[in-house]
């Protein structure tokens, strides 16, 4: 509201004039509100909410410098006279009407505009306006005369000009909201909206099969009185054999395929955990998983390091761990620029898209750049190897995974880096953004298939097929057929391409950073399990860390083991010696034995610096028929009939004679020799140790060594039930043809496919050999071979074909599982006990039924998956064993219902 001055009441006022002939409801409203005002100013100074003094001469109703009183009461007054002087002029001419000008009108208007100050108006403004109410029309005088003319009235002086504006007034209290408008038109419809993320059930992986460990936890002794698993299922098969099995119990376990884990009874499986499973309580993508297609397990019980010298082999908690699980590879097509991936790939493509890492759909055939480098990242993730603790529940017997113990992943990302010892490189490695990291560290491991659980407490993860990541290192041998033109030929040195191909598994992705050079790979991997992923051997302490173990050289290893006593601890004043396999057909036995000699109380440290320098040696099988690879003579090798071998030094140094030195030269010629000569066998030379042990398939066809039908899995058993300590050997098949003739000398690539042999191993079988000296096997030049157990072909409860991994027991028992049975006989892979007991031979006593050399069925996977990594608790009361790749190539939702 604003107050204003001047000659005309109306025109100066023209919002109060409008009011007077307002409706009541209006005029108090007005009116309250300027008495509230009003009433706040005269009760003095206002303290605000913060406490501060409000002046009352700042007020919204006063000019600057005056109060309010005394303003209202000098234009109330003003007003008022001026009101009534004109009212009296008007009333002297009677031939003028008089203004309309009412005492309640000008009542009405000073309640309008000035509602608390009414008292004090009309106090002022009444006797002014008396006047014409109450006095004589004449003038008292001494003479009366006549009266004149009324003057004309002069004209209306002019409006002065209005007053400046009073400042606002306090806004009142809110009104009542009106009533609800009516709804207004429809408008035009909006433009469609981009298409949304893909519904739950097409990114939905629960019905997905996913690799994963199971426990076998031993949980009755069918009344044989045994105490664990492998006493369990030695008693049955000591029954079966004298024809005693209590009636009602199935053993050995039927052959059959389901899509789930059956087992003998007395044990109870429990699936631990699955791929993509987090390992702890952090659910999100960041946090640690569970990796891809798990292969080899490792078990260490809590405080199996108490005592001073012991190993991890069966000391420690039997019911709360830490293991180690390798994961090998991701089944299926992996995504391209114009392909969708497929099988377990699509499965992890989901996970991505459902997590909003990938802008495009899983199963579209177009792929952006941006997924394809995206993806490759997480392709990378899912290998390596876990490090987790897990414990089991004493009310139901289940292991599971102890979420808040912490996890450990090793990938094959630049997060984990190892230190390559024994083997020097020309350049560098980059980590994933494409800066250098240290000379010798490389970025990664891959292609973990088995491995080891050495007797100082660490892991050696076996790199197996990583030419399919980043290229092969050995192109001259495709397959066993020699290539020419590509770095072998004779009439020079040996030249490796070590630069990473174009279309591998990770060096495809349109990422420049995502390449790393053929040859920093394929190496047997010591893993400081607990040790962070990026602490390299002797980064931050000397001995700690993880470690490529160049001394021993490149190769497609699949696992390793050491020669130990029968406390699994090394042998003392002897050299440390490392068995290792080359799984690939034609691929042969390694023997490590290092320079120095390992003594009782050395550190840890002290023992893994004898793994950075040794000599190397290959077991030639010098009587092994070559047309198949498994009979000596054309029969199959046993313990009283065995075959025949001897260790040869593969070195530039070695004066060991070279197999095939009687066929291409005078029958004295040395590997050292042979191997540094640039035409030997029509291959080019090995200039030096670094290069033989960068290319170990090409240096041993050079000289000639006996071909081999994929050497899987060695264990070396210090219990054997023979009495004498022995390595086991898996050779898992090989049907196809071989690189050398039976002397050794490599087929002439013009004439391979016409003279090759074509070998007919389908089944594979389980060798022992033994040393020569089985005390000292480091110093053993050679040894004798036989077939422990040969495949077989068919449906009934007791074929069963192409064996795998290996494990020994705390027994002397020999146990393994089996890749390829499903495609062979039509029933699942499974887990095997080998009846190697001399007292199940036949004609001993008791014996109804022979035993010896049978395998005995104990737990099948599901589909067509590969029974992989098995391993025993301390206590030897819980087997696990992982299942790989169900679904690969059939249908499965294991481990889902």
């Keep these: 509201m604003r107050i204003k001055t001047g000659k005309s009441f109306a025109r100066a006022e023209p919002d109060c004039a409008a009011r007077v002939g307002a409706s009541a409801s209006t005029r ?72 309309r000008v009412t005492l309640p009108e000008v009542n009405m208007t000073l309640k309008t505009s000035f509602p608390r100050a009414r008292p004090l108006a009309l106090a002022l403004l009444l006797p002014s306006l008396a006047l014409p109410a109450c006095g004589d029309d004449t003038v008292m005088g001494t003479d009366s005369g006549t009266d004149g003319q009324d003057g004309q009235d002069g004209q209306d002086g002019q409006d002065g000009q209005d007053g400046q ?38 990114l939905d992986i629960s019905q997905d099969p996913r690799s994963g460990v199971v426990a076998l936890s031993f949980s009755d002794d069918l009344g044989t009185g045994a105490v664990n698993v492998p006493e369990l299922v030695w008693t049955l098969a000591d029954d079966w054999v004298k024809d005693q099995l209590a009636p009602g119990i199935q053993f050995p376990l039927a052959a059959a395929s389901t899509d789930s884990v059956r087992s003998i009874s007395g044990v109870q499986p429990n699936v631990v955990i699955t791929w993509l499973d ?37 000391n420690g908690s039997g019911y709360s761990a830490w293991i180690w699980v390798n994961h090998e590879y991701i089944s299926g097509a992996q995504p391209t620029s114009s392909s969708a991936p497929q099988r377990q790939h699509l499965t992890l493509a989901k996970l991505l898209r459902a997590w909003d890492l990938l802008t495009g759909k899983p199963s579209a055939d177009v792929w952006a750049d941006e997924d394809l480098v995206t993806y490759n990242n997480w392709h990378k993730k899912q290998l390596g190897g876990s490090w987790m603790h897990i414990v089991q529940d004493p009310a139901s017997g289940d292991w599971l995974p102890d979420y808040g113990a912490g996890a450990w992943r090793y990938d094959a990302t630049s997060a984990t880096q190892t230190l390559v010892t024994g083997l020097s490189f020309a350049e560098a490695d980059k980590d994933d953004e494409g800066d250098d990291l240290p000379q010798n560290v490389v970025a990664g491991i891959m292609g973990d298939c088995s491995g080891a659980q050495t007797p100082w407490g660490t892991i050696i993860s076996a790199e197996e097929n990583v030419q399919y990541y980043y290229g092969d290192v050995e192109i001259c041998w495709p397959s066993q057929k020699f290539e020419p033109g590509v770095g072998c030929d004779a009439g020079g040195d040996i030249t490796l391409d070590v630069a990473p191909n174009d279309d591998g598994s990770f060096s495809s992705a349109p990422d420049p950073n995502a390449a790393h050079n053929r040859d920093f790979y394929g190496f047997l991997t010591e893993i400081d399990p607990g040790m962070p992923a990026d602490e390299y051997y002797g980064k931050t302490n000397p001995g700690d860390g993880h470690q490529k173990l160049g001394a021993m050289g490149r190769a497609r290893w699949e696992n390793a083991t050491f020669a130990v006593t029968d406390e699994w601890r090394l042998i003392p004043d002897q050299p440390l010696v490392m068995y290792a396999g080359n799984d690939r057909r034609g691929g042969r036995i390694y023997k490590f034995v290092s320079s120095a000699t390992y003594s009782e109380g050395m550190s840890k440290a002290e023992i893994r610096a004898l793994l950075e320098d040794g000599a190397v040696y290959v077991a030639h099988f010098a009587d092994l028929d070559n047309d198949t690879g498994y009979t000596v003579g054309g029969a199959v090798p046993d313990e009283d009939n065995p075959g025949a071998g001897v260790w040869l030094e593969l070195s530039v140094d070695s004066v060991d004679i070279a197999p095939n030195s009687a066929t291409l030269g005078d029958g004295a010629d040395t590997i050292g020799a042979a191997l540094m000569d640039q035409s030997w066998n029509n291959l080019a030379g090995f200039p030096d140790d670094e290069t033989v042990r960068r290319a170990h398939f090409t240096a041993a066809n050079k000289i000639g060594v006996k071909e081999l039908n994929r050497p899987e899995d060695i264990e070396w058993n210090p219990l054997d039930m023979s009495g004498t300590p022995r390595l086991y050997v898996a050779f898992t098949n090989h049907t196809r043809k071989v690189a050398l003739d039976e002397n050794g000398a490599v087929y002439d690539p013009e ?28 110093s053993s030049g050679s040894f004798s071979y036989w077939a422990a157990f040969r495949g077989t072909e068919g449906g009934t409860m007791w074929d069963a074909a192409n064996p795998d991994n290996l494990m020994i027991d705390a027994m002397g028992g020999v146990w393994f599982g089996t890749d390829g049975n499903f495609g062979t006989n039509g029933h699942a892979d499974a887990l095997y006990y080998l009846d190697l007991d001399p007292a199940h031979r036949a004609g001993e006593q008791d014996v109804v039924n022979p035993g010896y050399g049978r395998a005995f069925r104990v737990v099948a996977g599901p589909s067509d998956s590969e029974a992989t990594g098995p391993a025993l608790a301390s206590d030897q009361r819980t087997m696990f064993f992982a299942v790989q790749h169900p679904g690969e190539n059939q249908f499965s939702r294991w481990p889902n219902d």
């Design 751 to 778: 004439l391979w496919d016409a003279d090759s042999p074509q070998r007919d191993d389908n089944l594979g079988g389980v060798f022992a050999i033994e040393e020569a000296d089985p005390s000292a096997p480091g």
């Design 278 to 314: 987090p390992l702890t309580y952090d659910d999100t993508p960041d946090g640690p998983r569970f990796g891809a297609n798990a292969d080899y397990i490792a078990y260490f019980g809590d405080d199996w390091d108490l005592n001073p010298g012991d190993a991890p082999q069966w």
């Design 165 to 202: 504006d009073g400042q606002d007034g306090q806004n009142g209290d809110p009104g009542q909201d009106g009533d609800p408008g009516q709804d207004g038109d429809p408008g035009q419809d909006g433009d469609p909206g981009q298409d949304g993320m893909d519904g739950e059930d097409g």
């Design 28 to 99: 108090r409203a007005h009116n309250d509100m300027f008495i509230s005002s009003y009433r706040s100013l005269r009760a003095g100074p206002r303290v605000s909410p913060d406490g501060d003094t409000v002046d009352t001469n700042n007020c919204r109703m006063c000019d600057v410098g005056d109060t309010y009183p005394r303003r209202l009461a000098n234009t109330v007054r003003s007003r008022g006279e001026a009101l009534a002087e004109h009212v009296i002029r008007a009333a002297a001419r009677p031939e003028t009407p008089r203004p």
